[in-house]
């Protein structure tokens, strides 16, 4: 696993989880589907993203598709951070 | 949502074509002569059958002959299934009835249900009921701090929830004296604390018979808890007698059989997951299906399709959600059994009407109804003209009217902008707000209930919602009062003063913004905003989570020192700011 994806993954455990939850997450965990993030907490989310590496999410892609699993949301950041390189 | 001007302009559209006559027949006949009568007939109340709301979810559809249908089909997060019949349903809430009256569970006492959409949600809240005890249903995604907020103002005896919540039980119970049982549905392997008891609902004894409490019309029921625009969330007393009106508007406005199959997105958490996501449906013996899973538009469909669902009531939130995703993923899925489209919480846009035409092939209808309505009032009904982005017209039975702001005498010229207003007097009006009997009172003003809402109506009698007249923030169609939210702001070390108002938002109509003054010592920083939005959240819960902070010098205040939030809230909707003659100069 990268760098993006142990980030996401260590952001959303300390997060959105309990301390005690017993939950394995994974890259392709359901996060928003599976009710581990719902979508008023998917704008926290972004917002960390958004700071962390330094790029500008456009309302249009942060749906709850693309916020998904942590593989999707690091696709997003990806080609973000490529677009603006 | 509309205003005087779009009143004028809206198109007048046919209502969707249904297969059979709905079961309202026609709104102008329905509302000649009507009388709630109607329904407790329907119940077989004049037989001097059980009025208590859990007897009548179960026992009495097993006594119409469909013990065996299924009452409750759930799909978890994980794909999991598990289903109920009526004859289920009987006999599980009997389970918890007798388990929680040998733990010394009392009638009138209150029991939280702090549960995900997890099926011991439902099954114990029929038996809560049917033990005459008052069931408090909470969102599972509240914080600490909401959930002892709630539980001390009720003086709760009793919380069921699971392994996964225990922890912010455990944090609020040190708050919580009067709180003596703590119990855990998949309590599995886990360590018990004292005061905490495991009960595995599939694995109980089942109890087949049990002598259901004999609860009069006006035996508390339900409360749940609503947020206004001063103090802490106030809870909403309901009572059994409360099922004659959910029962009816669920026959009428959504349209419900006993061979229907539907699906409610409310969270019981919320008053549309009890009044319509468990007592409306079930009183009229329909297969209800849940899907405890976050929001996703192909799981969605999917779920849809596979139940062959045929009554849907969503909400204005969830359906732009689906429409951001495009007509593609709908059209992959079969959503032919679909008959009746219903929707709930926040103004359904136009947009929204039209988009549902164009992708279900039916209108979804406006449905307007409040926690302390405990049953839709406004509404648009199966077979009556929608006017895109009209709530409808008032339920049989019920007045409703458009009250002058200063006098709240009834407003008679069409297109006229006031408070909407309805007569006291329909089964399912809550009884009082718990222990605070000063703010229910302030709900009435010359004879009306006061719902806190702005409106207009039109020629044609639809009425079209405006805004609040409040400073409550309608997010996602929940209610989030500005008090709270402003409260666990002062709790940060870095806040010195808040304020939490309404900002508009395409997806959500509104989302909390907040504005705070720091502290000496602390600066204005990304980081700053990302950790207070995530304490905020953490302590009540993501709705109240303020999606933006705005670090500013210093509030609007009158003279007198009150922070003034219309002015911040005036900013964000681009209004008129409105006299600012008493504001203290900076």
Redesign the interface.
Known sequence: MDDLRIAILDYVRR?YL????ERTLSPTT????????????M??LK??LE?KYDVKIP??DA???AF?TVDSIAALVERLAAVKA | MGNGEEVGTAILEAAGAVARPPNIGSWEEAGRGFDWVLAERELGWGRGDPVNIGWNLSDRICRRGLAQKTALFWEG??GQERKYTFDDLRVLSNTVAAWLSAKGVNPGERVCLFL?RVPELYLAFVGILKLGAVVQPLFS?FGEESLATRLLDAGTCCVITQR?HL??VRRARAQLPGLRLVVVVDAGDARLGEGEVALELDAAPRVEEYEVFPAGPETPSVLHYTSGTTGQPKGAQHVHRSLVSQYLTTRWVLDLNEDDVYWCNADPGWVTGTSYGIIGPWACGATQVVL????????WYAFLEKRRVTVWYSAPTAIR?LM??GLAPVRRHDLSALRHLASVGEPLNPEAVHWSREALGLPFHDTFWQTETGCIVVSNYPGMPIKAGSMGRPFPGITAAILDLKTFEPLSEPGRVGMIGLRPGWPSMIRGYWNNPAGYAKKFANGWYLTGDRGTFDADGYFWFIGRDDDVIN??GHLVGPFEVESALLEHPAVAESAAVAKPD?V?ME?VKAFVTLKPGHEAS??L??EI??FV?KRLS??A?P?EIAFVPSLPRTRSGKIVRRVLRAQEFGEPLGDVSTLMED
């Open positions: 997060e309990e301390e005690d939850d359901r996060l928003i589907s599976g009710g581990i993030v719902d979508s008023f907490s704008v926290s917002r960390f700071r309302d249009a749906s709850p598709e998904d | 997060a994980e995900d995604a996964k922890p912010k405890d899973a976050g929001f996703g538009a192909e799981r959600l951001k995703e997010t996602g395409p959500n989302v990304p980081d905003e990302l939005m995530n959240r993501p709705i989570m999606q």
